[in-house]
């Protein structure tokens, strides 16, 4: 993968550096509660500034890297045509979690943001569903099932559902790859956060897809726990 130039690192960073004050700040005092002028001061950056990089206040905390989802799509979508979809995935995703050791405080904070303030946590859902769905559309133009349209290009067509997304142009495959994948992260990341210190991210983001990989066989190391509550 071809390294940032130097202006897309520093636009990386004060966005990076906007999202944690915005965290920080509402860990501490409630997301209600902290103004975009406290972001932008917090950053070091004005508040004109901070509009170049999110929409809104609630966007610092739910579209902390939007930028982060078009990576991963692209290397869907430009990866050798010999590698298995969910080995492409796979490593796409692992490339962008390369420094989520690093970041550990961080989520856990952002995740105590989202359990004091709902409205967040439904807007992060909602991203991250649309990111789910952007992801089964790059699985999809990568296995020949559909064109590759760039967003503005897009029609946005809806199902009978009431806001829901027509993904039936899709095909399953596609969509299932994508919501186990992206499940498979989250699941990653919690399970990572409660292992006790010395047990590494890399470690355990591997071993799920192992697991997906393998088709999710009973693995052999289960205790007889399960057994004894079966009885």
């Known amino acids: ?16 550096a906007l999202a944690e004050a915005a965290v920080r700040l509402a860990a501490e005092h409630g997301a209600e509660n902290v103004t975009v002028e406290a972001i932008s001061e917090a950053a070091g950056v004005s508040s004109r500034t901070f509009f170049n990089y999110f929409d809104s206040h609630d ?3 739910v579209m902390i890297d939007p930028e982060a989802g078009e990576r991963v ?45 709902p409205h967040l946590l439904l807007r992060g859902m909602g991203a991250h569903m649309a990111d789910e769905l952007q992801l089964a559309e790059a699985i999809a133009v990568r296995l020949g099932a559909a064109p590759f349209l760039p967003d503005g290009e897009k029609s946005g067509r809806r ?20 919501a186990v994948a992206t499940t498979a992260v ?6 990572w956060c409660a292992q006790k210190p010395g047990v590494s991210f890399p470690e355990t983001f591997r071993r799920v897809f192992a697991h997906l990989a393998a088709g999710l066989p009973e693995p052999p190391d289960v205790g007889p726990t399960r057994h004894q509550a079966d009885g």
């Open 159 to 178: 199902a009978p559902c009431e806001h829901v997304p027509d993904t039936s142009a899709l095909g399953l495959y596609p969509r299932l790859l994508a």
């Open 59 to 61: 966007d610092a905390f």
């Open 73 to 117: 799509r692209r290397t869907v979508r430009e990866a050798p045509a010999a590698l298995a979809p969910l080995d492409v995935v796979r490593e796409a995703l692992a490339t962008e979690l390369a420094n989520v050791e690093e970041q550990q405080e961080f989520w856990n904070l952002r995740a105590q943001v989202f359990q004091r303030s």
């Open 186 to 191: 989250r699941v990653a990341v919690e399970h």
């Open 1 to 16: 993968m071809t390294r940032p130039g130097l202006r897309e690192r520093k636009k990386r960073a004060t966005r990076a």
